[in-house]
């Protein structure tokens, strides 16, 4: 990576000085074409690891590699020039110490070249946030649902509208925030629970599913796209990916049957040398 690619990139402070400013755009992405796209807009880029239930057609997270993050983010990072890209520490790559988590943390950064990792952040994360902050590793942290811990959950349903898991998420932002984080992901909490983690944290709150008084919202992708049919009901979806997709394929087997595509613009003339 040159200086100037470097120097052209929005880092994890300026995100961070973002706090109770400009919203901050963020989305997901996990393949070079499309972060290419979402850089002109995006201040942020998660590689999540959501990519493992909306890409390989997982039914949730926990099947997630840290070879498949590697993957990924290396793509998204051929794509973009602009945006901070951040990619997920999957399940499995970080919770038992932190040393576990530097070394997967930094294993990303190297061999992907983002430039900030995300954890889920529990009550055990604080120790491992500030262990990678200090060795050189910016951390955003991710509260509220955590869809990691599904099966602890019992499911994707949106937590925080009860007072002692409200006060658990409150908690964990605070000591997330306290141990070094540059941002913190909110999701699936109410309105509420989300408004007073923004307002008890002094790093900038990332909203999905939480409350339009984040300092910034998250999307993932291809939901906001239209790529699927269901939704959760935080999803706004901006577009209909999959309608697009069924009519072009539609069309295109219907050319090749009629043998109206390939037609004489998209073939070869034969010319002798
Ligand atoms: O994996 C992911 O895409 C995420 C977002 C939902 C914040 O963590």
Same mark, same amino acid.
């Given at each position: 990576m040159s200086a100037q690619t470097f120097a052209a990139r929005m880092t994890a402070p300026k995100i961070t000085a973002r706090k109770g400013g400009d919203p901050i755009v963020c989305l997901t992405a996990y393949d070079a074409p499309t972060a290419a796209i979402l850089d002109d807009y995006c201040d942020l880029i998660l590689v999540g690891d959501s990519v493992g239930m909306?890409?390989? +057609?997982?039914? @949730? @997270?926990? +099947?997630?590699t840290l070879d498949m993050m590697i993957m990924h983010g290396q793509a998204v990072m051929r794509g973009s020039k602009k945006a901070l890209v951040v990619v997920d520490l999957p399940? +499995?790559?970080?919770?038992?110490s932190p040393e576990t988590a530097f070394r997967s943390a930094s294993r990303v950064m190297m061999e992907t070249g983002c430039q900030a990792v995300k954890i889920e952040s529990g009550s055990y994360a604080a120790q491992t946030i500030e262990y990678l902050v200090e060795r050189g590793i910016p951390v955003m942290s991710h509260v509220g649902l955590r869809p990691q811990s599904m099966n602890v959950l019992g499911g994707f349903r949106a937590r925080g509208r009860r007072q002692s898991v409200a006060d658990e998420i409150v908690e964990n932002a605070i000591a997330a925030a306290k141990a070094g984080s540059f941002a913190v992901v909110v999701e699936g909490t109410s309105v509420e629970i989300a408004d007073k983690v923004t307002a008890a944290v002094d790093i900038p709150t990332i909203g999905i599913g939480a409350?339009? +008084?984040?300092?910034g919202q998250i999307l993932v992708t291809p939901d906001m796209l239209g790529m699927f049919a269901r939704v959760p009901k935080f999803v706004k979806k901006f577009g209909d990916m999959h309608g697009l997709i069924e009519n072009s394929v539609k069309d295109y087997a219907a050319q090749v049957k009629a043998r109206d595509f390939p037609a004489e613009a998209q073939t070869y003339k034969f010319t002798k040398d």
């Open positions: 909306v890409v390989h +057609g997982l039914t @949730t @997270t926990v +099947g997630v399940f +499995g790559s970080y919770e038992d409350s339009a +008084g984040c300092d």
